[in-house]
């Protein structure tokens, strides 16, 4: 395995020279804090160009926002259109959707994807950056001393358990967006026409040569999370029958295990029957058994809904994300 990853290593080509660095940041509702994200992000990059002899574009994509994003992003249009790109969408599609919509207008060697709300500190793009000079294709991170709430820690480290038994996917800190992917990865993902999909994962998947590295985490800048807890489960959801079919192979199983179950149970209550003679005691721990049952077929049902119902929504073909404009220059590079 080491000799096939080896291999690997030296059939990726080398960086190019003065590559670019294309930052796709989706954007909603976050006009409290998109003026010091503009100070920050735009000091950072411009000290990286210094540092790592690179370029630069930056790829906002405003998911449907219904405060002043918009005009913010605009505006900023305005002030650098040389390094600066707006993609607009005509209503809200989800995160991951307004990423996949960057990849398509990002134009850059090496891909860097960053949340807006400060969180992951705009400084720390050089880091993922030297990792991909260096030759890693997928850049990974990891939050150090992170500021969410106690809830929010433990769920995530539970899920991140959950899918390293579930799936071949193997991340420390899934829930972190500000990651890294070169050229060849973006492509291959955009080529993907998955409805639901969870981008981190998906370029893992086609990765050859990736690492984690360990980055800051910050206290929002301003305003609110906006993962409910509802659009949390439901992320997670997408990445396990996105990316496995081990749920259904288990409840499978567990059907298997529970109809042994219930027929060792008629068989021995038909024998008591014929030795002891009717009776009535033990009906309520029936009544308990078929509820139990019962809760298990739902969550069976349930289950296999999430694979029905992420087939019935590939098979309409609608179209994952729609764009209203978008604001780029013309000069050719």
Partial sequence: MQIISDSLRQLTPPPPLNPLISVVIPVYNEEAGLEELFTRLYKALDLMVTELCVRYEVVFVNDGSRDHSAALLAAQFDKRPESTKVVLFNGNFGQHMAIMAGFSYAKGDFIVTLDADLQNPPEEISKIVKQMLDG?????????????????????????????RITKITMTDQGCMMRGYNRRIV???????????????????????????EINHEERFAGESKYSFYQLIRLNFDLVTGFSVLPLQAFSLIGILLALASATLFIYLIIRRFLIGAEVEGVFTLFALNFFLLGVILFGLGLLGEYVGRIYQQVRKRPRYVVMGVLESDAKE
């Fill in 136 to 164: 890693h294709d997928y850049v990974g991170t990891i939050r150090v001393a992170r500021k969410d709430s106690h809830f929010r820690r433990y769920a995530s480290k539970a899920m991140n358990q959950l899918r390293d």
């Fill in 187 to 213: 492509n291959l993902m955009k080529k993907s026409k998955e409805l639901n999909t969870f981008i981190p994962a998906l370029g893992f998947t086609y990765s050859s040569n990736p690492i984690e590295i």
